[in-house]
């Protein structure tokens, strides 16, 4: 969550102070694909705290600010606003817009990290009916807490596409990986129903970057596949109106809130320490 602090030329409509937010992808406004209105995969895309600085600091510099702020609602508190990016936003495009959610249907989450967390209360707040899979039962527990009807220990189960498969009578509608590795991908794909939906969302890294997939089973069983890259500004109207009308509550994942000193800590332990829910940094 930012407070405008300083307006560039061509920045128009905008007032210093105002509460706004911004994608973590933030689009330039005039290669082909911000031009259809597809800004999350911009050609000269930026992102603060990775192709200029930004991120954990007082101030930040924002380029092709005209087109990507996002005017925040009153009822949006600070924190609520900050856990949003990239996590809340590339979850909500995932389940909403690629993954295609909806009432009644199955949906697995695999990994109940930040992102597939947020999944979980998305898919759950679209009316689906949500299994989540991790190997930390304290994640499984707040997934539950998020509304997953069904939850799977991935380190207790011999085979998870089975289990799944058992729970959903047939397999999940739509599945997403939310932490991005061979073992979640392949079983996301192979725990699908025929004609189901996959969404890629974690990033896969190394050598797993080129992990096979059963493309027979694609298919045999006319499965999509399907990537997700964070969400566009113009697509934050449904997802505020929606927290706004208390139909999902991003802070209900907030479990530890510290201040920037007590950031690099945290950070730097990110290897080490890992306890479910968001942590939030401010001053």
């Not at 007032?15 to 992808?25: A, D, I, L, Y």
């Not at 993954?99 to 947020?118: D, F, I, K, Q, T």
């Amino acid at each position: 969550m930012l407070f405008r602090s300083e307006i560039g030329s061509g920045v128009d409509g905008w007032q210093v102070g105002q509460r706004v937010t911004v994608p973590f992808v933030a689009g330039c406004g005039t290669c082909p694909q911000c031009l259809s209105g597809n800004q999350q995969v911009c050609d000269r895309q930026e992102q603060p705290g990775f192709t200029l600085w930004g991120s954990f600091a007082e101030r930040v510099l924002i380029r092709y600010a005209a087109g990507n702020l996002v005017a925040l609602p009153d009822e949006v508190d600070s924190a609520t606003a900050a856990s949003l990016g990239c996590r809340f936003t590339t979850a909500w495009r995932a389940v909403v817009v690629q993954g295609r959610a909806r009432p009644g249907e199955w949906v697995a989450v695999h990994g109940c990290g930040g992102v597939g967390l947020s999944a979980v209360m998305i898919a759950s707040g679209m009316g689906a009916r949500v299994v989540a899979i991790d190997v930390q039962h304290s994640a499984l527990d707040l997934a539950r807490d998020m509304g997953a009807e069904v939850v799977i220990d991935a380190r207790e189960s011999s085979d998870v596409v089975a289990a799944i498969e058992q729970h959903t009578g047939g397999g999940a509608d739509l599945s997403l990986d939310a932490l991005g590795s061979a073992i979640t991908c392949g079983n996301s794909i192979s725990c699908l129903r025929k004609r189901g939906r996959h969404v890629q969302v974690g990033i896969m890294l190394a050598d797993e970057r080129e992990h096979p997939v059963p493309m027979d089973r694609v298919i045999a069983r006319e499965l999509e596949i399907k990537g997700s890259h964070g969400m566009q500004a113009h697509g934050f109207g449904p997802l505020l109106a929606m927290i706004v009308r208390g139909t999902i509550d991003p802070a209900r994942l907030i479990k530890q809130r510290v201040n920037l000193i007590e950031g690099v800590n945290v950070l730097t332990r990110m290897g080490e320490d890992r306890h479910s829910g968001i942590t939030v940094i401010g001053k």
